[in-house]
């Protein structure tokens, strides 16, 4: 059974950092192209950032860039997303998105964790 489970949501200041982690279970990791989404209250879910399966290659939201970084450990099944200069408007419940394509579209999202900016 296919899990991905995301941690290190909470509450922080504007202007502070989180890290955020998503633990992959019961596939190969190093198969997926894996992307960070986030939905804000009343909002429409959207991508935050992805990486390739080897991750040379990386993309951001425009409003993210340079405040939030990508990345994955393979080895670990691990992917993480570092979380710099918060905002309120950062303030979303964040996916973990596996996707794999060989033919057919291989999807999988994690549960999410809420991340709340507020002084």
């Known amino acids: 059974q296919v899990q991905l489970v995301e941690s290190g949501g909470g509450l922080v200041q504007p202007g502070g950092s989180l890290r955020l982690s998503c633990a992959a279970s019961?596939?190969?990791?190093?198969?997926?192209?894996m992307s960070w989404y986030r939905q804000g209250p009343g909002k429409e879910r959207e991508l935050v950032a992805g990486?390739?399966?080897?991750?040379?290659?990386?993309n951001y939201l425009d409003s993210v860039k340079g405040r939030f970084t990508i990345s994955r450990d393979n080895a670990k099944n691990t992917v993480a997303l570092q979380m710099n200069s918060l905002k309120s408007e950062d303030t979303a419940v964040y996916y973990c998105?596996?996707?794999?394509?060989?033919?057919?579209?291989?999807?999988?999202w994690g549960r999410g964790t809420q991340v709340t900016v507020s002084s």
């Open positions: 998105y596996a996707r794999h394509f060989n033919y057919k579209i291989i999807e999988y």
């Open positions: 019961g596939l190969v990791l190093s198969a997926f192209d």
């Open positions: 990486i390739t399966r080897a991750g040379n290659s990386t």
